[in-house]
């Protein structure tokens, strides 16, 4: 086997060579590059517009194309995560919290340089355990069940409690409120209507695409249009100099790379768990492991950016796995990639190990080469993308929300995707201001419905039995510690229980603790509402809302009755401030230094914003809307010169047009002129 194994690796890195092949990874890779960078866009569009151009192509060349693609979307996801904290996908997310505060520093070049080639690396060990680890995993593979499944996902949200920092109360009840929203749409197991509000358009869900860029893009570029300043002022660090520096983060970290390549890798290869929790995963870990990283991380630390970006980019070599081995695709690009299989008469399986090994490894290299040919091509026009971050806002923001409402309408391409992505911004800004941790809400909306439904399928197969299973006991283990750490390092730190109960006066409410009360409606509602359901389809909602309900009114008390201890010296007092600041895990707002109405009258504006980009877009349509827009924004906001405002007009209406409308064929959202011209038309035949 080992013969045969060296044998086809080599006759495929021979085969891969070929100038057809070789073009047709080219071509995949600047499609990559291209999808990663548009937010919300990914690969998964650009993978299925790819599909039948592989038809008359041999299943080398074929498969060049489409991994080529699929393999470099995350390579590009970071620029726009690092200069604008607009994630490119849900699973850039993570590279948000500390590849903002780099570019807001001046250190925008270092942070793409780590991210490209920590991508790089984690993309290429993705790739090695892929080709190593095929032949020998299916067994392995084959012994993983649903409740293995489960522990996999509970050992996800175990993450919480890192994430959530200094605040894990907050962190829990938006971990909560993330899993109930995951519960929106018919419950798979009775069919039961949950939380839909009697409109169709909630029935399959919420879509992760309008909420990732809700929560993670919105907030930033509303901090961005109050401060009224360029993302970073600082041009010192905007150029070679910083590119070298963050490759020579990434190979001073190694070892942070190989293990967070680990993680990703096997959570790819793990079906259902999803490619937008593998960087959370790899970012906990991180935030865990490292020294000195309470202190650091979400401030701008290299080693989060590129804990995220190397677990990000190894998922692709995992998810290979399952779909090769068995025919069960590891993500929605490898269902496609099946799809690519069928057309060229190739069987997942057996013959994929065997007779069939090369094709099997022109995919390893595939991979491999794209990583390298990706990296290189960021690489080469890094130190342009990095001067982005130095323009003013007013050149920036119009053009950035255009392509973000392009990006969230990919959800489920209907107008609630935008409505989403409203609601959820303004939730997303108010937590950023308020100091609530927002990754918790994303981890889990992730992984709560499929925890939901692994539970269900494992008490139906197994009983109770599958608790005692091996590797669900380890796992579950190791979550409960994970969830159970923050709790004990308070209890030393206050000197144990009585320390942590004494130190309560009389409530003294402030407006911030509105974000309290508001969360605690919404778990009051949302229980009212699961009461009337099926029993099965209530009960992990009851559960997880009872839990978060509970987390909110504790954090409540805790905060508005614990008082300053002044029998504690001035050093310790510093000291136990200086411990409260260690960790926010999400990105401190830029808008402290401007008074509180400044912030709010401004937040306001922008907001507003966004409602007449949206009312104009049920008007006219989206692309008559994006000039439109982007005149006024400019001009108004600015006011910048028109020889700036009408080539930025033209040239976004143009890109957009030209990929979303004539390349992607995307079907725009119906417009009111759309809808009553032909009405009209059919009214007076003459029209």
């Known amino acids: 086997m080992e013969v045969s194994m060296l044998g086809a690796a080599a006759k495929a890195f021979s085969l891969m060579f070929d100038s057809w092949t070789l073009l047709m990874l080219g071509i995949g890779v600047i499609m990559g590059l291209v999808l990663g960078i548009i937010p919300g866009i990914g690969g998964l569009a650009g993978t299925a517009l790819l599909l039948p151009f592989t038809f008359s192509m041999d299943p080398i060349a074929a498969m060049a194309l489409l991994l080529g693609l699929g393999a470099t979307t995350s390579t590009g996801d970071p620029i726009p995560a690092v200069l604008f904290g607009v994630p490119g996908g849900a699973g850039s997310a993570a590279t948000v919290l500390d590849g903002l505060p780099m570019a807001k520093r001046g250190e925008a070049s270092r942070a793409l340089s780590a991210s490209y080639m920590s991508s790089l690396l984690g993309g290429l060990f993705g790739a090695a355990l892929m080709g190593v680890t095929i032949p020998i995993l299916r067994p392995i593979m084959l012994y993983i069940g649903s409740p293995e499944l489960l522990a996999f996902s509970v050992l996800g949200i175990s993450f919480v409690a890192t994430l959530s920092g200094n605040a894990p109360l907050r962190g829990l009840a938006a971990a909560a409120l993330g899993i109930m929203v995951a519960m929106i749409g018919s419950d798979p197991q009775t069919g039961t209507l949950r939380y839909t509000f009697d409109t169709l358009y909630l029935w399959e869900g919420a879509p992760l695409t309008s909420i990732v860029l809700g929560l993670f893009a919105l907030p930033e570029l509303a901090d961005l249009a109050i401060s009224r300043t360029a993302i970073s002022g600082d041009l010192a660090k905007t150029d070679k100099s910083g590119m070298v520096q963050g490759a020579k983060d990434c190979f001073k970290h190694w070892w942070l790379i190989l293990r967070c390549s680990w993680i990703g890798a096997a959570l790819?290869?793990?079906?259902?768990?999803?490619?937008?929790?593998?960087?959370?995963?790899?970012?906990?870990?991180?935030?865990?492991?490292?020294?000195?990283?309470?202190?650091?991380?979400?401030?701008?630390?290299?080693?989060?950016?590129?804990?995220?970006?190397?677990?990000?980019?190894?998922?692709?070599?995992?998810?290979?796995?399952?779909?090769?081995?068995?025919?069960?695709?590891?993500?929605?690009?490898?269902?496609?990639?099946?799809?690519?299989?069928?057309?060229?008469?190739?069987?997942?399986?057996?013959?994929?190990?065997?007779?069939?090994?090369?094709?099997?490894?022109?995919?390893?290299?595939?991979?491999?080469?794209?990583?390298?040919?990706?990296?290189?091509?960021?690489?080469?026009?890094?130190?342009?993308?990095?001067?982005?971050?130095?323009?003013?806002?007013?050149?920036?923001?119009?053009?950035?929300?255009?392509?973000?409402?392009?990006?969230?309408?990919?959800?489920?391409?209907?107008?609630?995707?935008?409505?989403?992505?409203?609601?959820?911004?303004?939730?997303?800004?108010?937590?950023?201001?308020?100091?609530?941790?927002?990754?918790?809400?994303?981890?889990?909306?992730?992984?709560?419905?499929?925890?939901?439904?692994?539970?269900?399928?494992?008490?139906?197969?197994?009983?109770?039995?599958?608790?005692?299973?091996?590797?669900?006991?380890?796992?579950?283990?190791?979550?409960?510690?994970?969830?159970?750490?923050?709790?004990?390092?308070?209890?030393?730190?206050?000197?144990?229980?009585?320390?942590?109960?004494?130190?309560?006066?009389?409530?003294?409410?402030?407006?911030?603790?509105?974000?309290?009360?508001?969360?605690?409606?919404?778990?009051?509602?949302?229980?009212?509402?699961?009461?009337?359901?099926?029993?099965?389809?209530?009960?992990?909602?009851?559960?997880?809302?009872?839990?978060?309900?509970?987390?909110?009114?504790?954090?409540?008390?805790?905060?508005?009755?614990?008082?300053?201890?002044?029998?504690?010296?001035?050093?310790?007092?510093?000291?136990?401030?200086?411990?409260?600041?260690?960790?926010?895990?999400?990105?401190?707002?830029?808008?402290?230094?401007?008074?509180?109405?400044?912030?709010?009258?401004?937040g306001v504006i922008f907001f507003g914003w966004l409602l007449a980009f949206m009312a104009s877009m049920a008007t006219i349509g989206l692309i008559p809307t994006v000039p439109l827009f982007v005149v006024l924004y400019m001009r108004l906001e600015g006011p910048e010169p028109w020889k700036l405002v009408v080539p930025q007009a033209i040239g976004l209406t143009v890109f957009i047009w030209f990929l979303f409308d004539q390349l992607l064929t995307i079907p725009w959202p119906p417009t009111y002129f759309g809808t009553w011209f032909p009405a009209l038309k059919a009214f007076i035949p003459s029209v």
Request: aromatic letters at 10%.
């Open 268 to 602: 790819g290869a793990v079906p259902g768990i999803g490619g937008a929790v593998v960087d959370w995963v790899a970012y906990g870990h991180a935030a865990r492991t490292e020294k000195g990283a309470s202190q650091t991380f979400g401030t701008g630390d290299v080693r989060g950016v590129i804990a995220s970006e190397s677990a990000n980019n190894a998922k692709e070599g995992g998810a290979l796995v399952p779909t090769v081995a068995f025919g069960v695709p590891g993500s929605a690009g490898m269902a496609i990639l099946l799809g690519a299989f069928m057309i060229h008469g190739l069987v997942p399986g057996p013959d994929m190990l065997s007779k069939n090994l090369h094709i099997t490894y022109s995919m390893v290299w595939s991979i491999a080469l794209a990583n390298i040919l990706g990296a290189g091509l960021c690489y080469l026009f890094s130190e342009q993308f990095a001067k982005l971050a130095t323009l003013r806002y007013t050149l920036i923001l119009p053009s950035v929300l255009g392509i973000i409402y392009i990006g969230a309408f990919q959800g489920s391409r209907n107008w609630g995707d935008l409505w989403t992505l409203l609601i959820f911004g303004l939730l997303g800004w108010t937590m950023k201001q308020l100091k609530w941790p927002r990754p918790p809400l994303i981890l889990g909306l992730v992984l709560g419905d499929i925890i939901e439904r692994y539970l269900f399928i494992s008490i139906q197969r197994y009983g109770v039995s599958w608790f005692a299973r091996p590797i669900v006991l380890g796992i579950f283990a190791i979550s409960l510690f994970g969830l159970l750490r923050p709790l004990l390092q308070d209890l030393r730190r206050e000197g144990g229980v009585s320390g942590m109960l004494s130190g309560y006066g009389a409530p003294q409410f402030k407006p911030q603790h509105v974000m309290h009360v508001f969360m605690l409606i919404v778990f009051g509602y949302l229980l009212w509402e699961a009461s009337s359901w099926n029993f099965s389809a209530k009960i992990v909602p009851s559960i997880v809302g009872s839990l978060g309900f509970a987390f909110v009114a504790i954090s409540l008390l805790n905060e508005v009755s614990r008082r300053e201890d002044t029998s504690v010296p001035d050093l310790r007092k510093e000291a136990k401030n200086e411990v409260e600041k260690k960790i926010h895990m999400d990105i401190d707002s830029d808008t402290g230094h401007l008074p509180v109405s400044t912030v709010a009258r401004r």
